[in-house]
């Protein structure tokens, strides 16, 4: 089951809109997530943000660069980057998407 966390432990139901970038040289890139009212900010939620963790059967891809967007003194998203830097990190995070796009029912649009 392909999942992300913003808690150890506790699944984000939200799914973000994702954005990837590749570097020139093919060798790696940039991941952009935007979670729009996550579940990890909600009023209930006792947890501690402690980076974005990205859970699948081949293990975790986790980045500490996550932050909180706020309007009007209220966190409404969370918005995280994940960089690559080699071809092996991109191939990886791309067998990530692809089975958390499967569990989501989502697809890869290309721009």
Do not use: C, H
Request: charged share 30%; glycine share 8%; proline share 2%.
């Amino acid at each position: 089951m392909a999942r992300i966390e913003f808690s150890k432990g506790i699944v984000e139901e939200i799914v973000p809109d994702v954005r990837l970038t590749r570097s020139r040289n093919g060798n790696g890139g940039i991941a952009n997530f935007r979670f729009d009212d996550p579940n990890a900010l909600k009023s209930d939620s006792t947890e501690e943000i402690t980076g974005m963790y990205m859970i699948d059967n081949e293990g975790e891809i986790t980045t500490r660069d996550v932050k909180g967007v706020f309007v009007n003194g209220q966190a409404r998203a969370l918005e995280a980057m994940y960089v690559m830097r080699s071809a092996e990190e991109w191939e990886r995070f791309l067998r990530f998407m692809k089975a958390y796009a499967e569990e989501q029912g989502l697809e890869f649009n290309k721009s």
